[in-house]
């Protein structure tokens, strides 16, 4: 999806399962510029302990998880929006290839 000439929306399906070393350097792959200018990132995905987690990202607040309710959730999923974004390189940060 694109927004206007720049902005624009990836959204995942993440069946990669999120660990605490992968949570603590997620930041720091998302601030590096590698996978195009990210300006948010928010969803939802499964968690090593066997529980969906709620995944929040912006810059300057950096990556926010909490465990979710997963009465409320229908299948792990998430949205990058950003600029200059490189789906490919963030399909293999999310995703199991």
């Excluded at 927004?3 to 995942?12: E, K, M, P």
């Excluded at 995905?45 to 066997?50: L, R, S, T």
């Amino acid at each position: 999806l694109r927004v206007g000439n720049r902005l624009c929306a990836v959204n995942f399906t993440p069946d990669r399962t999120a660990d605490d070393p992968w949570l603590d350097g997620l930041c720091a792959a998302l601030e590096s510029g590698s996978y195009g200018r990210i300006l948010r990132v928010k969803g939802f995905m499964g968690h090593q302990v066997g529980k969906t987690i709620i995944l929040e990202y912006a810059p300057g607040r950096g990556v926010r998880w909490d465990y979710a309710d997963t009465q409320t959730i229908a299948a792990p999923k998430l949205c990058v929006i950003g600029t200059g974004l490189d789906r490919q390189r963030l399909a293999a940060l999310f995703c199991r290839e």
